[in-house]
């Protein structure tokens, strides 16, 4: 967020540049206890009503336990080719290839997409001990920890073109492949909440913007 002149605050929202796709929270419906005291989650999933003796519901925002991308329109593909540098120096060429939503190596399915945070890795640029020139980037494991896979492509654009591309499928597979969601609520309207975020890659703050399908009234809305 950044302060206006007004008094406002100025959002980017992180769903920019995922066009033709949207995400919703997916929650679960706890039962309601025989006292009415246990908590339960109304139909606008992710809110969450806290009701005890003497005193009235509490309605806060419970953090859903998981997102889902509905992909409209395709993600674009690519196939290409990079090179591997391995711990003892040896440097391989690999073909990589992404289609939605399926990332392969050399013709082998590998989930790296999955559960991984694309990013490029600066502080291996340079020389390979091919005697060619290398441009890092890598797809680190955003959960259960694990070696990142790291690639080297020919040159500073393709890099930002492979960076760019796989970014956006592994964000489609799990939105926390790209950011971190706190709960803290920026603003709610009626038909969206907007959570504060941050860029796992820049480390920027970015706002999310969380729409409720069921909240709109018409089929053609939803769409």
Known sequence: TRPTAAGGCLLKFACVGLRGAFFRPCTSRPALGSEGTAPRRDREAGWRFEAGPGREAE???AMPTRFDFLVRRPLRSKSGEVKVVAEDGTVSTRTI???????WIDGQVSDALVKGTVAPRLALDGLMPD????FCFEIVPSKGGGAPL???APTEGARREWCFLLRKHAIHHDLTNGFQISKKVLGTG???TVLLG???????SV???IIQKR?????????
């Open 59 to 61: 309605r806060s925002w």
């Open 150 to 152: 790291r690639f080297r």
């Open 215 to 223: 909240r709109l009234a018409t089929p053609h809305h939803r769409e």
């Open 97 to 103: 290839s992404v289609e939605w939503p399926l990332f």
């Open 198 to 204: 941050e860029d796992r890659v820049s480390g920027q």
């Open 190 to 192: 009626a038909f969206a």
């Open 131 to 134: 005697g060619e020139e290398g």
């Open 207 to 209: 706002a999310l913007k």
